[in-house]
Every structure is written in structure tokens, then in C-alpha cells.
């Protein structure tokens, strides 16, 4: 038996993998355990180096380096996106004098490495004093860089569907931007959901970089905490405990994304179609006689 891309694997193949993936997760738990031995053979796991968590202060400092990474990395989200849908949009367009602009912008931050972005806001507000703090430095450098991205992931969603879908739309009459509302849009989301919130995450975990030019987020303070020398230059334990918020922010958006994308699935399995077709479109958009 064979499936369209690959044939099903048999016994001994599924038996191969079993194995092979068990020795990979063998390998895993071994580097994990070495490791983790190596940091207690340094005393990394001593209770002076983690003393300073049991404090209110300290875990209210961790907070407030949180809060400034969700604040960051949530207002570069909004932007990004509606950055990412304007320019996907002016890229597919039929105009050349709107298309060449916008693809000489996207092309342009997408090849900006984003810490010299931040660098550009940061260093030209001192320079030119422009009144902006490092928040606002953060923010656009995430912005452009991360919407740049999701315009082309945008418009690689929209330009995958069918040909057909959209000769048959505008057969029926309707106008380029009800082609891509009605038609492309609704059947594209779905598969450009997991490229956009993995880029979601790439923002999130950037925002780190907004410690270089002094804005308060997350490892900002981490680094802070880990130069006290009253606690034996606690670093790595900091580091952990910053890396565990990390990965529970991503994860709880990872499943977010999971979420969303399932419940997708059942609403149309629920409601028994697939996405709107170019003749379902046309009719809704009719105006009654």
C-alpha cells in the first residue's frame, strides 16, 4: 500500500522506527542527565545561588521584567500583523507602481538583521532626540522585521489555493479584493495558522534583544539578578528560571495555535462544508432584486 508522497511503512520499517526513536530519546535523557550533572558538580543547585527567588522583591522584579516582555512583544504582535496583511495584500495587487514599492519594503527589513533595527530607533532617538524610550526602540525594530515576514507568509498562503478557485470567482463576477475575502482568505488561514503563530513565537522570544539597548524586559533583569554578589554571582540559576518563563510562553501560544486551528476543523466538519467556493461567494455578495 502506498500513500500520494510515500509508501506506508510495513513492519520492519515501523519496527526501525521504534527503535530509532527510542534511542534518539535515550540519547536525549542522557545529554539532559550530563548536564544537569555538570551543574551540580559546579554547585549551580546550592541554596545560596537560589536564596533570592524566596523573596517578594525578587519575584516581583521577575514580574515586572515579564510584564515588560508581554507588553513589547503583544503591541509588536498587533503591528506585525496588520503590517504583514497591508503589504501581502499590496504585493498581490495588480499595480505594478503599488507591488514594486511594497516588495522593494518587505525584501528590505526581511534582509535588516533586527538588532541593527533596534540600534537604528534607539541611537537615531538619542541622536536626533526624538523623545522615544527603548520600549518604542523594541517595538518598531519587531514590527518591521517580524511583519515583513508574515507578509510573505501571507501572501504564500493566499497564492498557494487553486488557480482554478480564483478563475472561477472572477468568472462569476467579482472584484479582486471579494476574491481574496471571500475566496482565498477563508481557504488559507488554516494552512498559514501554524507558520504565523511560529513566527509569533520567533517575536516573543526577540524581544530579549531590547536588553541590549537598556529597555527593562526579561533578561534585562535576569541579568541584573545574576550580578548580586551577596548570592554568589547567580547567573545560571537565574538564566533557568528565565528560560522556564520562556518556554511556558511559547508553549501556551503553541497550544493557542492548536486550539484555534482544531476548532476550525470542527466548526466545518460540524456545519458540513468546506470552504466558501467562488459560485457560494458570488451568490452571497449578490444584491437582492
Known amino acids: ?35 544537569i550533572n555538570r551543574l551540580y558538580d559546579h554547585g549551580q543547585f546550592e541554596g545560596r545561588l537560589w536564596r533570592q527567588f524566596q523573596y517578594t522583591a525578587i519575584q516581583n522584579q521577575l514580574l515586572e521584567g515579564l510584564l515588560n516582555t508581554l507588553r513589547a512583544a503583544g503591541l509588536a504582535a498587533v503591528l506585525a500583523l496588520l503590517f504583514g496583511a497591508v503589504f501581502a495584500a499590496a504585493r498581490i495587487s495588480d499595480h505594478q507602481w503599488v507591488r ?16 541593527i533595527l533596534m540600534f537604528f530607533f534607539y541611537y537615531g532617538n538619542i541622536q536626533f532626540q526624538l523623545g522615544l524610550d527603548p520600549f518604542w526602540a523594541v517595538v518598531f525594530g519587531l514590527t518591521l522585521y517580524n511583519g515583513s515576514v508574515l507578509a510573505e507568509v501571507f501572501r504564500a498562503g493566499i497564492t498557494a489555493v487553486p488557480k482554478g478557485q ?28 501554524p507558520a504565523i503563530v511560529s513566527q509569533l513565537v520567533v517575536l516573543l522570544k526577540d524581544t530579549a534583544l531590547g536588553f541590549i539597548i537598556t529597555y527593562g524586559e526579561l533578561l534585562y533583569v535576569a541579568r541584573q539578578m545574576g550580578g ?12 533557568i528560571v528565565v528560560a522556564v518563563i520562556y518556554i511556558g510562553l511559547c508553549s501556551l501560544l503553541s497550544m493557542l495555535a492548536r486550539w484555534l486551528e482544531g476548532r476550525s476543523r470542527r466548526q466545518r466538519k460540524t456545519k458540513g462544508t468546506p470552504p466558501p467556493s467562488a459560485a457560494e461567494a458570488a451568490t452571497s455578495v449578490e444584491a437582492p432584486l
Open 1 to 35: 500500500m502506498s500513500a500520494v508522497l510515500y509508501d506506508v511503512p510495513g513492519p520492519r520499517a515501523k519496527r526501525r522506527n521504534r527503535i530509532s526513536n527510542l534511542v534518539v530519546v535515550l540519547l536525549l535523557l542522557g545529554g539532559i542527565a550530563w548536564l
Open 100 to 115: 514594486v514599492p511594497a516588495t522593494l519594503v518587505v525584501e528590505l527589513f526581511r534582509a535588516i538583521p533586527l538588532l
Open 228 to 239: 548580586r554578589l551577596q548570592y554568589g554571582f547567580p547567573y545560571i540559576p537565574t538564566y
Open 166 to 193: 480564483r478563475e472561477a470567482a472572477y468568472a462569476t463576477g467579482l472584484r479582486k479584493n471579494q476574491v481574496v475575502r471571500l475566496i482565498l482568505l477563508p481557504q488559507a488561514i488554516t494552512s498559514m495558522l
